[in-house]
């Protein structure tokens, strides 16, 4: 039996996507309900935009080792999941996470929520800091402050 998706394969790939990305998407919302819809595609704005712009739609032929993330318990500036989350944005912004690995994955979920921040909005974040980790940094110690 094919994948579902099998079909849409080339759109997907004409978007930056691949199967992973609906899977894990699908599983989390069956499983969590979370995350929605709008989430989803708000995230995948983000990829698409950044794989047509940046990336002249020319997929990255290398992958995040997962290893190599910081521990789930690491913190920057007080914020846990920080230095982890970050990484994984930059690997979802360039296609380039490993099928295990999740972008919005529950400990992302976790993070986002609560420190008041949309996965998407995150994206956007770390593709205008042009490789600059301080101010990703910034912007998420900034935003928690604002809310506290």
């Given at each position: 039996?094919?994948?579902?998706?099998?079909?849409?394969?080339?759109?997907?790939?004409?978007?930056?996507?691949?199967?992973?990305?609906i899977?894990?998407?699908?599983?989390?919302w069956?499983c969590?309900?979370?995350?929605?819809?709008?989430?989803?595609?708000?995230?995948?704005?983000?990829?698409?935009?950044?794989?047509?712009?940046?990336?002249?739609?020319?997929?990255?032929?290398?992958?995040?080792?997962?290893?190599?993330?910081?521990?789930?318990?690491?913190?920057?500036?007080?914020?846990?999941?920080?230095?982890?989350?970050?990484?994984?944005?930059?690997?979802?912004?360039?296609?380039?996470?490993?099928?295990?690995?999740?972008?919005?994955?529950?400990?992302?979920?976790?993070?986002?929520?609560?420190?008041?921040?949309?996965p998407?909005?995150?994206?956007?974040?770390?593709?205008?800091s042009?490789?600059?980790?301080?101010?990703?940094?910034?912007?998420?110690?900034?935003?928690?402050?604002?809310?506290?």
């Amino acid at each position: 039996m094919d994948f579902p998706l099998d079909d849409d394969l080339p759109f997907l790939q004409e978007l930056g996507m691949n199967k992973m990305d609906i899977f894990d998407f699908a599983e989390d919302w069956l499983c969590e309900g979370e995350p929605d819809l709008a989430t989803f595609l708000l995230i995948h704005e983000q990829r698409r935009d950044y794989f047509w712009e940046v990336q002249n739609r020319v997929s990255s032929s290398i992958r995040l080792d997962s290893s190599s993330l910081p521990s789930k318990d690491s913190e920057i500036e007080g914020i846990r999941w920080l230095p982890r989350i970050i990484p994984k944005a930059k690997a979802k912004l360039r296609g380039e996470l490993p099928p295990e690995t999740m972008f919005c994955c529950g400990g992302d979920r976790h993070f986002f929520h609560h420190n008041h921040i949309h996965p998407s909005e995150f994206l956007g974040v770390v593709r205008r800091s042009e490789n600059d980790d301080q101010k990703i940094i910034d912007w998420v110690v900034n935003r928690v402050k604002s809310n506290l």
